[in-house]
């Protein structure tokens, strides 16, 4: 990141009390691999979201005596590597989506031409029934196609919307500094 970048990146402090709470101390990972608390995740996250597209830097601050605790560049890679985990995941979440909606597609498909392959096969009178009939099998036939649709028009993108901003975190430019 140029020096122009780094001062029109908005900073976003994270105080912290303690070291571990930056942490999910379930994880039993090594320091650079751990995955962020929930809180310090959901923090980052939302306060990139309400940036939208500006430039972020995030600003660690700790007490001195926690900053002992592990090297300013194992904080920085762990948080990168946290964000880097979590847009691998909306990306294998993004393809399972799409694999999910072709399936749909074909069985929608399948679906749809049956039904309308079962209005043509109906007899064609003035019978009340028999035009609800076919009418049903026509509504139901297309109905069945939501699915798919839904994936194809509006399923996938919020994920990869997801996974470019987890994607961008995992760049960020991150501050270790004494709390004063």
């Given at each position: ?8 990146a908005v900073a976003v402090e994270l105080r912290l009390d303690r070291l571990a709470r930056l942490y ?157």
């Amino acid at each position: 990141m140029s020096d122009t970048d780094k001062h029109e990146a908005v900073a976003v402090e994270l105080r912290l009390d303690r070291l571990a709470r930056l942490y999910n101390t379930l994880d039993p990972s090594p320091f650079r691999d751990k995955e962020l608390d929930a809180a310090a995740d959901d923090y980052i996250v939302g306060s990139a979201e309400d940036l939208g597209g500006k430039p972020m830097r995030l600003v660690v601050l700790l007490s001195e005596p926690e900053m002992r605790l592990a090297s300013k560049s194992d904080i920085v890679d762990s948080i990168r590597n946290h964000f880097s985990w979590r847009a691998d995941a909306e990306l294998r979440r993004l393809h399972s989506e799409l694999r999910r909606g072709r399936r749909s597609l074909l069985i929608g498909m399948v679906f749809l031409i049956s039904c309308l392959v079962a209005r043509e096969l109906v007899e064609t009178s003035s019978s009340p029934l028999e035009r609800i009939l076919r009418e049903s099998l026509l509504i139901v036939g297309w109905v069945a196609m939501w699915g798919p649709l839904e994936v194809f028009l509006y399923g996938w993108w919020p994920i990869a919307v997801r996974r470019r901003l987890f994607a961008r975190l995992s760049h960020i430019e991150v501050e270790v500094r004494p709390l004063t």
